[in-house]
């Protein structure tokens, strides 16, 4: 099983404000990693894959970068709708595991 | 338009069986990878099974082995999930979703709405 270690688990930032989140894995996994936001009592949408790739639709704003172990979601400029909880998703090798997420709030 | 509704969810007892659906339009259902993800109230996710195009593969995350069987009507553009013994552990939102695969792997590009399932005495 690939671990994985998400970080912060908790983000307090303002609007127009950079935010990172980091997904860190217990073995290298390549670039075969996901990135997904939610919202309170919706389903994810998918934001990245293969680790620096925007899924069609989603805001330039957002990016992915890494490979190996440590990969990095950016939000350049933080908007309202900004606010939610985000996932990292490992699909190198079975079981297909998810970050613990990182819940982005108003500071 | 993609749309991937899900139903079945409800309350059952421990050691009780439930049976998900996943109703798919707007694309060709049967060109696709399909899974579920799970998510316990209040905690991450968790992904739980997926299966080939043709139904010929199917893979489960190891707590669930033996107790759930995913599987799909191509003709019917649905998925399922037969889960038997359950647990209180396995009280979550389930989500079907489509699987995106490429050189290994996949991610999930489009999510249902998700249908609860609590496992309760």
């Known amino acids: 099983v690939i671990w994985m270690t998400q970080s912060p688990s908790l983000l307090s930032a303002s609007t127009g404000d950079r935010v990172t989140i980091s997904c860190r894995m217990s073995q290298g996994i390549s670039s075969y990693l996901a990135w997904y936001q939610q919202k309170p009592g919706k389903a994810p949408e998918l934001l990245i894959y293969?680790?620096?790739t925007l899924q069609s639709g989603v805001p330039s704003r957002f990016s992915g970068s890494g490979s190996g172990t440590d990969f990095t979601l950016t939000i350049s400029c933080l908007q309202s709708e900004d606010f939610a909880t985000y996932y990292c998703q490992q699909y190198y090798s079975f079981p297909w595991t998810f970050g613990q997420g990182t819940k982005v709030e108003i500071k | 338009e993609v749309q991937l509704v899900e139903s079945g969810g409800g309350l059952v007892q421990p050691g009780g069986s439930l049976r998900l659906s996943c109703a798919a339009s707007?694309?060709?259902?049967?060109?696709?990878?399909m899974s579920w993800v799970r998510q316990a109230p209040g905690k991450g996710l968790e992904w739980v099974a997926n299966i080939k195009q043709d139904g010929s593969e199917k893979y489960y995350v190891d707590s669930v082995k033996g107790r759930f069987t995913i599987s799909r009507d191509n003709a019917k553009n649905s998925l399922y999930l037969q889960m038997n013994s359950l647990r209180a552990e396995d009280t979550a939102v389930y989500y079907c979703?489509?699987?995106?695969?490429?050189?290994?792997?996949?991610?999930?590009?489009?999510w249902g709405q998700g249908t609860l399932v609590t496992v309760s005495s």
């Open positions: 707007g694309f060709t259902f049967s060109s696709y990878w």
């Open positions: 293969a680790a620096s």
């Open positions: 979703a489509r699987a995106i695969t490429m050189v290994r792997g996949a991610w999930f590009d489009y």
